[in-house]
DNA sequence: CGAAGCCTTGACCGTCATCAAACGGCGTGG
DNA sequence: CCACGCCGTTTGATGACGGTCAAGGCTTCG
């Protein structure tokens, strides 16, 4: 198993920066190895009992939210090296599903466990995810919204030059409460601003970084 | 930057729901008393040291963004017993403000927490209604951001039949990502269908509840 | 090589933002 | 106590943005 490389970021100056891979290091035992999931494979349901946290090892998650008439949203993307599934012990709001062929590990916690101190800084930087989210879907336009998604993807795969982008149109439409069709018509005016340039449909290249963070605010 | 990233799924988790009161019961000595503010005083300011967490006496609070272009975002109300003021980095990312005359109460933190179990119940509330909170504005229709709202807010206020808004048409418009214009007509056509009566602006009586929870989904 | 997805583009239309005006409550001052 | 003015709310008219429906191009995989 990779040691998982973490820089935590001065958000969580008060709560010590480092516990969370002690964590999965002191309780390798726990965990187990990366077992990997077919495109659109679940990795865990709604209402389903949580009883494990999990690591993206390559590929990519979305954790979404299916409504009565079939609508979806989702409401975040996991990176590898990233952690989600959070909520052992209780239930699942929300299904987690793999973006194309995924690895994953995952760690088994129980309910004596005193995790709490050690979990605090992921879950204050999963709130902050959260909040961040917000803000970025309470702008109105639909150009503004793809600009600082593109942004952020490029920010949390460290290449502001490039993004490759595993989702779908239809994913990202979801995760920015858009349609496929807005998306692609917001991507094609970012490529007619030469504010980007397609490299396949789902690798681009960021032309221009400022004007870019300029729609995103 | 790769900073590992977490996502709670569940509300509760290993974390047992009530002991948020307890702490600050216990912790009495770093509390300070309640103290008050006006309408629309500042509580903390974006960008300001955030060494103290905060709880609502009574009235209430909203924790806002300001954008460039001075659009206004709330992401999210609190309400008397709620604590807030988690982001809990060094720096507050928002700001909050009182609604109506505030009573709050705070609590200093210290670099060694030893709250962090006593306060994870509260900070997964933050999370869970962050994440409703995503869910809510990403719905397309302005009357279903709305009926979710007045739901969300019976629910929190204990009572299904009336709901006292504390907070301004505006508030609520930079809440749900709307307009005070479209909140207004939304709040009309809820009436208009026999859903909501109103007593006063700011008081609303749910007629129906059924229906408010088909359009809030 | 064919078929099935995925993505893009176009035309049309509904919803909501915008601009504008009128209404209502509430506090202040005459 | 009433008149006035301020502010929050409601209502109306108009236009733009994005959703919907539809068609066609492109990629991928069997």
Redesign the pocket.
């Known amino acids: 198993m990779n040691a998982p490389t973490v820089s935590m970021n001065a958000r969580t100056a008060i709560f010590p920066p480092e516990p969370v891979q002690a964590v999965f290091a002191s309780l390798a035992s726990r965990s187990r190895p990366t077992s990997s999931y077919a495109?659109?494979q679940e990795i865990y349901a709604e209402g389903q009992r949580a009883t494990r946290i999990y690591r993206v090892e390559f590929g990519a998650v979305r954790v979404c939210h299916s409504l009565a008439d079939g609508r979806r949203q989702i409401l975040s993307f996991h990176l590898p090296g990233e952690w989600f599934g959070f909520g052992a012990n209780s239930v699942h709001r929300f299904s987690a599903e793999a973006i194309g062929y995924t690895g994953i590990q995952s760690l088994g916690l129980t309910a004596t466990m005193d995790l709490s101190s050690s979990l605090m800084p992921a879950v204050l930087q999963c709130l902050a995810r959260a909040q961040d989210h917000q803000l970025l879907i309470t702008r109105?336009?639909?150009?503004?919204?793809t600009a600082a998604f593109l942004s952020e993807m490029a920010e949390r795969q460290g290449d502001r030059n490039l993004v490759q982008?595993p989702?779908?149109?239809?994913?990202?439409?979801d995760y920015l409460?858009?349609?496929?069709?807005?998306?692609?018509?917001?991507?094609?005016r970012l490529?007619d601003k030469g504010v980007i340039r397609?490299h396949?449909?789902?690798s681009i290249e960021i032309a221009r970084w400022d004007m870019l963070q300029l729609l995103s605010e």
């Open positions: 495109n659109g109105q336009c639909a150009t503004e919204r982008l989702m779908a149109r239809a994913d990202i439409a409460g858009l349609t496929t069709e807005s998306v692609s018509r917001s991507f094609t490529k397609f396949g449909q789902r």
